[in-house]
């Protein structure tokens, strides 16, 4: 299709960048990481959102170079905000669970890493639940040498697949995104509120750190707030943003 061969041509054409979006410590009230998102400057089209083309980098492979690309520029980035002294910033990165199929493991991380010159103490590599499902020795080996590089571990959209987080223990994974589905409808919603309280319950026994995604109202925060939920992310703080304008959401933020 038209927009395959675009997207081909996408990366030597110098197309993509990167948006951040903050992650703020509730107890702290510091931005203490930014989850790296990827926008597509497609010519005649203006800025195309990862939800128009992702799927199609998915469904052709393509995903493989993009999610090397995301994973340089990210680590450059990292790089240039500690030079401007934002250096305690940990970088989200999105990993598609086809990357893994298609051959992306942490030996291709970390030559990245290595050539960049990042911290991957600052790395956090977000995986959506369903890859969890999958727990064959390879599979936690593959999860596993990621954590050896120094890089930390998240599930992205939890809640939406269909794993418990007992079953989660035997994954070496740092934190749980709780997906924005079941924020929307905080604190009104009965049921969402018993599931994420539930969620960050377990996820504090189980020691593992918690960021509640699509965090959009001030009462949604006071909810989180007082079940203990430690980190939020969402419209509420800042929608992503470019590189240039982070340090001046980060200090309006904070
Ligand atoms: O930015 P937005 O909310 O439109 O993102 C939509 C979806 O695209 C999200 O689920 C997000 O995880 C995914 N996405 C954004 N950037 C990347 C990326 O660099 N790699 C992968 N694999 N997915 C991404
Ligand atoms: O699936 P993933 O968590 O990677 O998706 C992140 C996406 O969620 C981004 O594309 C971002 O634009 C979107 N997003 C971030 N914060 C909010 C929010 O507060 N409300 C809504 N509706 N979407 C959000
Ligand atoms: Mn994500
Ligand atoms: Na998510």
């Known amino acids: 299709t038209e927009m395959e061969q675009a997207l081909r041509l996408a990366l030597e054409r110098n197309e993509f960048e990167l948006y951040y979006q903050p992650v703020c410590n509730l107890e702290t009230h510091k931005v203490v990481s930014v989850e790296a998102l990827i926008r597509w400057h497609r010519p005649g089209n203006g800025l195309t959102g990862p939800g128009e083309f992702i799927p199609l980098a998915e469904e052709t492979g393509l995903i493989q170079p993009i999610g090397l690309w995301v994973l340089q520029r990210g680590c450059e980035q990292l790089m240039q905000w500690q030079e401007q002294g934002l250096d305690n910033l940990c970088m989200a990165v999105n990993v598609s669970s086809n990357q893994r199929q298609l051959g ?4 291709m991380a970390e030559k990245i890493i290595k050539r960049t010159g990042a911290d991957p103490e600052k790395l956090v590599f977000e995986i ?18 990621f954590k050896a590089l120094g890089a930390k571990l998240a599930i992205d959209d939890f809640g939406t697949g269909y794993s418990s987080l007992s079953y989660l223990k035997q994954f070496p994974v740092d934190k749980l995104k709780i997906d ?8 009104d919603n009965k049921e969402d509120a018993s599931l994420v309280s539930a969620i960050i319950a377990m996820s504090q026994s189980l020691d593992l750190e918690l ?3 699509g965090v959009e109202t001030l009462e949604q925060l006071h909810y989180l707030n007082q079940l203990n939920c430690t980190n939020i992310q969402g419209f509420l703080l800042s929608k992503p943003v ?7 959401v980060i200090r309006q933020i904070e």
């Not at 992306?104 to 030996?107: N, T």
């Not at 499902?133 to 599979?139: G, I, Q």
């Not at 924005?180 to 604190?187: E, I, K, S």
């Open 211 to 213: 960021i509640a995604e």
């Open 242 to 248: 470019t590189a240039e304008r982070l340090p001046e």
């Open 128 to 145: 959506t639940e369903s890859m969890f499902l999958d727990s064959s020795d390879a599979a936690v080996t593959w999860l596993k040498e």
């Open 104 to 107: 992306f493991d942490a030996r």
């Open 180 to 187: 924005r589905a079941f924020v929307r409808d905080l604190p």
